[in-house]
């Protein structure tokens, strides 16, 4: 079972309209979460990195949040435009170990 | 720009040559890393390295080979291609705390 979850798996916003991005995590012990974001035909682009102690980290029109004890990230997306349109990835570390986890990431499209 | 640079972007290879994939970062980065990248599936790691002269078997390391001479470049080859072989790789690096994990942008590679 994949150690790292995103829901939903694709989903199609208006150009304007928030959305919200969920992560489910089982990696334990637990260092820190990333959210990537990938362009088609791009490698992924670091969004934001969160550890234990952190709840919202934001970077522009992209706010995180994590909650540690329920092993739950989410990645919100404020008055999207159409250059959002790509896969949002959420990346797990471990403690004392150099693997990631990845999920398989949300596909956003973002329509005019 | 300071980055991972990944060379081909693209490549088509017959089944039973061989190539490397070249990854070069200036980040004087320790951890160097090679993923591939699925239609439907996370990014799954081959091999890594955290440092020069220091390899290690990833997730799906069959029919892979890497070496690490240098803490700048890590090239990847595939001993004896084969249509499963066939995918968008990635190369990645960071320090060894995996704080500014950087993606290259990625070579699609077709088998046939």
């Known amino acids: 079972k994949n150690q790292v979850e995103q829901s939903p798996q694709s989903l199609i916003i208006l150009e304007g309209k928030n959305c919200t991005l969920q992560c489910n995590y089982t990696v334990s012990p637990f260092s820190n979460l990333r959210w990537y974001k990938q362009d088609t035909g791009r490698g992924p682009v670091s969004l934001t990195i969160m550890t234990f102690s952190e709840n919202t980290k934001s970077n522009g029109r992209y706010t995180a949040t994590l909650d540690a004890d329920t092993k739950q990230s989410s990645l919100h997306i404020t008055a999207s435009q159409l250059s959002d349109s790509a896969s949002y990835i959420c990346?797990?570390?471990?403690?004392?170990?150099?693997?990631?986890?990845f999920g398989k990431g949300n596909q956003v499209v973002v329509i005019p | 720009n300071a980055g991972v640079t990944q060379t081909p972007k693209f490549q088509v290879l017959k089944t039973g040559q061989s190539m490397t994939l070249q990854c070069a970062q200036d980040m004087n980065h320790e951890y160097m890393s090679w993923y591939r990248q699925d239609p439907g599936m996370g990014l799954r790691l081959i091999h890594y390295?955290?440092?020069?002269?220091?390899?290690d078997q990833g997730e799906v390391p069959n029919g892979y080979n890497v070496s690490r001479s240098t803490t700048e470049d890590f090239p990847l080859r595939l001993l004896s291609a084969a249509p499963s072989q066939t995918s968008v790789y990635f190369c990645a690096s960071s320090n060894l705390h995996y704080y500014g994990y950087t993606f290259g942008s990625g070579t699609r590679l077709t088998v046939v």
């Open positions: 990346v797990v570390s471990a403690k004392g170990n150099n693997r990631l986890a």
């Open positions: 390295s955290v440092g020069a002269g220091i390899t």
